[in-house]
């Protein structure tokens, strides 16, 4: 069975703003604008409010007032500012759906995202984007989200047993005959989605069987299993040690300075607020 009936089931896909798709897409265009992006996020007064509390809150506060985009881009940096943007348009989309609990599914979203991007900040290949990573993570189980849609009580049952620590994908993969990881690929593609973000999307669950190697799958993969172990009571060291060997030592990690920016940001405040409040 394929994937392609779910999309036909679901009738109303969800959309994202205009302006989340041009941040994504721009991630593999060295070319990008800053001058036309910004002006673009302006536009949309909903992700710019968003934006500003999100820069002047105290995970990304710079100790002075954001009073406005070009501030934030200035104070920021372009880049972290984009993701923020992507961020905070990723959570509007997706808000209420049956049988998903929202704050849990963008709290695992951004642990997610910011071990991601770690992981990838921390990598010795050269050429990679954290920022990238981080949105690669903050859509790591979207595809998830669509098919609490399509199908609410039996996603229900997978998550059930999730929880008391059965295999996701195998699960929906018996089930299904598809997984997230495949949804969210397509739908992905649906979004025009740069094929960076997609393949890390298609092979989190399994990176090694990508060809060519997907560093940002690999990522995702290592800060799913960081997070599942902390939040299952394991000590964020301890999480840390369990990284497989095998999809880690691609990524030629600098493991010390790893592990001292991924324990800060486990134990760092919650940033939920930031974004799911209303603009």
């Known amino acids: 069975m394929t994937y392609q009936p779910l999309f036909e089931h679901v009738h109303r896909l969800p959309s994202i703003p205009g302006v989340v798709a041009e941040l994504i897409a721009s991630l593999d265009d060295d070319r990008a604008s800053i001058q036309q992006i910004s002006a673009n996020i302006r536009k949309d007064p909903g992700l710019s409010l968003k934006l500003l509390r999100a820069a002047n809150s105290v995970r990304y506060g710079v100790g002075r007032n954001v009073a406005s985009i070009d501030d934030a881009i200035l104070l920021l940096g372009f880049e972290r500012v984009r993701t923020l943007v992507i961020a905070s348009g990723m959570v509007g989309v997706i808000e209420h759906v049956p049988g998903l609990d929202r704050r849990a599914f963008w709290k695992t979203s951004f642990m997610v995202a910011n071990l991601a991007r770690a992981i990838v900040r921390h990598s010795r290949i050269g050429g990679l984007s954290p920022e990238t990573a981080f949105t690669c993570g903050i859509l790591h189980h979207v595809g998830s989200a669509l098919m609490h849609i399509?199908?609410?009580?039996?996603?229900?049952?997978?998550?059930?047993?999730?929880?008391?620590?059965?295999?996701?994908?195998?699960?929906?993969?018996?089930?299904?005959?598809?997984?997230?990881?495949?949804?969210?690929?397509?739908?992905?593609?649906?979004?025009?989605?740069?094929?960076?973000?997609?393949?890390?999307?298609?092979?989190?669950?399994?990176?090694?069987?990508?060809?060519?190697?997907?560093?940002?799958?690999?990522?995702?993969?290592l800060a799913i299993g960081i997070y599942r172990d902390v939040a299952s009571g394991q000590r964020e060291e301890h999480a840390l040690g369990e990284m497989p060997r095998d999809v880690r030592r691609p990524l030629a990690l600098d493991l010390l300075a790893l592990y001292e920016e991924s324990v800060s940001s486990l134990r760092a405040d919650d940033e939920l607020e930031v974004f799911l409040g209303k603009a």
């Open 150 to 221: 399509a199908h609410p009580e039996v996603m229900a049952r997978i998550d059930t047993l999730v929880a008391q620590g059965a295999p996701r994908s195998e699960l929906e993969s018996s089930q299904f005959g598809y997984t997230f990881s495949e949804v969210g690929a397509e739908l992905g593609r649906r979004w025009r989605f740069p094929e960076t973000i997609c393949r890390a999307l298609t092979y989190q669950s399994a990176p090694l069987e990508a060809e060519p190697f997907s560093p940002y799958a690999a990522a995702v993969h």
